[in-house]
């Protein structure tokens, strides 16, 4: 068995979980009202539509923030290693015990990819 038929078996194929993501987002609207969600794509008249960036804030994480949280919003990224790539964009808050507190997190492309070539 090659790595890519094990990936598919293990983690599944990516165009499909691709395709449940509308799904998936409804289920956070009925489960967690008040959530915010944003989901674009790419249309494309031949073929399936493209991913292009999804960005969610639960509506518990933005309550838990502003009942709990120290007055402090962190930013980070990081690269997404995987077969599509992108950048994972977090909001983060601190807790009275030290503690990281996700408040919101998008997924977008990575289009500065030139710009590494100058440093």
């Not at 987002?25 to 489960?31: A, D, G, Q, R, V």
Request: proline share 3%.
């Amino acid at each position: 068995m090659d790595l890519k038929v094990a990936r598919e078996v293990v983690i599944g194929n990516a165009r499909e979980q691709y395709g449940k993501l509308r799904d998936y987002l409804n289920e956070i609207h009925k489960s967690n009202p008040g959530t915010t969600t944003l989901v674009e794509i790419i249309p494309h008249r031949i073929s399936f539509s493209l991913f292009d960036r999804l960005y969610i804030s639960l509506d518990a994480s933005k309550k838990g923030f502003k009942e709990g949280c120290r007055p402090f919003i962190g930013l980070d990224g990081c690269f997404l290693k995987g077969y599509y790539g992108g950048q994972l964009l977090s909001a983060v808050g601190q807790d009275a015990n030290n503690h990281f507190f996700i408040i919101a997190f998008a997924v977008v492309p990575n289009k500065c990819k030139d710009t590494w070539k100058w440093f």
